[in-house]
């Protein structure tokens, strides 16, 4: 039973890495616009222009060129880059380490924020719900989810800009645009990237505590959180042993979606401050028509993607059995 | 439907109204013209003239951000119209029929919705070019499987229940059933995935105008208006203020509304 479902699981993700690395192949294979006039220039001798579409492979048919691809792509050699004449894996290798470090802070910067403040609320509106507190204590708790309302509402790019301008420009926490790479020096690295961070991370972190407070006031009506209580259970230790193992399901699902969602997100923050990650060079290696790199940047987010998909569904199962039999 | 007396909906159509009543009259009044270059006005502060200020060609603002935020829900309106016109049919017949097709059709799906759309809507964007209306269609097509997912599941879910089982003893057609019996039911769940609908495609329209993808220049959007404004945040905040706030009030508006529609409770 748990073989068949592990062996169904990998063959649906190596099926879907299949589709996507063809999908973004072929995509890019058929888009109007020779790469080769691009880089030579409009008038490049008739041999010269021959010379680079075989040396770049461009001369084969587009199967030759898609199993040549992905065979030299599982190997770790993504083919070099059209506008910067260096292997994209070279051109990628920091850049990964960029956005990475962005992504991975953010998350944890959600996780942070949303599961404190989440239990909190959650904790106070279970007691709220049942009629028994305070007018002032209910007001607050109007007020704190007003306000979780109005965050979620506000984009990231937004979030960043707002940011840059309140602690950058103002309270000069940080100076915007001055990012230093990791080679140069770690520790500025990522105190650079902090804000940035922060910027994905505040929107994100209120969706999560909206969904907690939703998931656990779903399950507080149910018959074992009666139990729980009647065996002498406190608030908190119902509300952590015994409904937030149901309660954190969706949470769980939400954030494995949340964090494919931070990585491509970082796309724009990274634009919003100026870091030069793989978002940036994604962007750039559009209007430049740099396939490979845009190519290469598709495939390895998708895969991250797809494999944090079935990483969520892993820990879910393993939490809660019930998933286990479907 | 049910709609409960609440202060979700109450505020939800309250700043909904607010915020397309400016769009709506901003098609066809501003207060300046957006596109007209005043040059000895440049960075004006707010004043009679220019009520939220002028930008750094001197480009009323007020007017600019009125005139993106009809863009922007023109675009997230064409797009709710391909992407979720598209979706229906598809939602409709295979959650009415079911069988392989639709097997075929949720599997794709999945695959399509397991990314996120901003990536999606870069390359679509990479293939096609820029501006306008490949953002609309780009968006369009990556709206319609989670789309078509919403409208399959309802009708899934209705499609078991006894009245249609009557309605076909009865000697109901199938068109009949879906668009007489089933659809009705699903109002409630597909109105609110409308909204959220819509703000995530108000959402990616501002991304991909941000970066520049969308609309262009001189034409204002509300991401064109952010990305142009971000230079001159410290000499003049007014002016990212005023596009973000408007984009911060469309959505919160749709959010509202969203949470503010009760759905009936399913079996």
């Known amino acids: 039973m748990t073989l068949k479902y592990i062996l169904k699981r990998v063959g649906v993700f190596v099926v879907t890495l299949f589709v996507i690395s063809t999908l973004a192949f072929i995509a890019f294979s058929i888009i109007p616009g020779d790469p080769v006039t691009r880089m030579l220039g409009m008038n490049a001798s008739e041999e010269r222009i021959v010379e680079m579409r075989s040396e770049l492979g461009l001369d084969k048919p587009i199967h030759t060129r898609f199993f040549k691809w992905l065979q030299s792509f599982v190997t770790g050699d993504f083919g070099k880059s059209y506008s910067y004449s260096i292997p994209v894996r070279e051109l990628l290798s920091d850049k990964v380490l960029t956005t990475a470090s962005l992504s991975l802070m953010a998350f944890v910067f959600v996780l942070a924020i949303s599961m404190p403040l989440g239990l909190l609320l959650s904790r106070y509106s279970i007691i709220s719900s049942k009629g028994a507190k305070s007018s002032f204590q209910r007001a607050i708790i109007s007020a704190a989810t007003a306000l979780n309302q109005i965050i979620m509402s506000i984009p990231p790019f937004f979030t960043g800009i707002i940011i840059t301008y309140v602690f950058g420009l103002i309270l000069r926490f940080f100076t915007p645009g001055a990012f230093v790479p990791y080679s140069g020096n770690p520790a500025a690295f990522y105190a650079y990237l902090i804000f940035p961070a922060l910027s994905i991370a505040l929107p994100r972190s209120a969706m999560v505590i909206k969904l907690i407070r939703g998931s656990v006031l779903n399950e507080a009506g149910s018959d074992y959180v009666r139990t729980a209580y009647s065996r002498g259970g406190g608030q908190w230790y119902v509300l952590l042993v015994h409904i937030m193992r149901n309660a954190l399901i969706p949470v769980i699902n939400f954030l494995a979606m949340t964090l494919s969602d931070i990585v491509a997100g970082s796309i724009i923050i990274e634009q919003v401050f100026a870091i030069p990650g793989m978002g940036r060079l994604l962007l750039l290696s559009i209007s430049n028509r740099d396939y490979p790199v845009v190519q290469t940047i598709v495939v390895i987010i998708a895969s991250v993607v797809v494999i944090l998909n079935l990483l969520a569904d892993v820990i879910c199962q393993y939490i809660d059995p019930r998933i286990r039999i479907t | ?267």
Not at chain 2, 103 to 113: N, P
Not at chain 2, 238 to 261: C, H, K, M, N
Request: proline fraction near 5%; charge should be positive.
């Open chain 2, 1 to 267: 439907m049910i709609i409960k007396k609440n202060h979700y909906l109450f505020f939800g159509f309250i700043i909904t109204a607010l915020v397309l009543s400016i769009a709506i009259i901003g098609f066809f009044w501003t207060p300046n013209n957006p596109n007209a270059i005043d040059s000895s006005n440049r960075f004006a502060s707010p004043s009679t003239k220019y009520p939220l200020g002028t930008d750094n060609f001197g480009r009323c603002i007020l007017s600019r951000v009125v005139e993106g935020i009809g863009a922007t829900v023109l675009v997230a309106v064409f797009t709710l119209i391909i992407g979720f016109g598209v979706g229906l049919i598809i939602g409709t017949l295979t959650g009415y029929y079911g069988g392989w097709v639709d097997e075929l059709l949720m599997r794709s799906g999945d695959v399509v919705m397991a990314f996120p759309s901003i990536l999606l809507a870069l390359v679509f964007i990479s293939i096609t070019g820029t501006g306008r209306y490949n953002v609309i269609i780009a968006l369009g097509v990556l709206f319609i499987p989670s789309f078509a997912r919403v409208v399959r599941g309802e009708f899934v879910r209705i499609r078991e229940l006894d009245f249609v089982h009557s309605a076909k003893i009865m000697g109901a057609g199938p068109l009949r059933i879906m668009l007489v019996h089933i659809l009705p039911n699903a109002i409630p769940v597909l109105l609110r995935f409308l909204a959220i609908g819509f703000n995530n495609a108000v959402l990616a329209e501002a991304s991909m105008s941000y970066l520049g993808l969308g609309v262009q220049p001189p034409d204002s959007s509300l991401g064109r208006l952010l990305s142009d404004s971000q230079p001159f945040l410290f000499t003049a905040p007014w002016y990212a203020l005023s596009a973000g706030v408007a984009i911060v009030l469309l959505i919160l508006g749709f959010s509202l509304i969203s949470e503010g529609i009760v759905l009936p409770r399913s079996e």
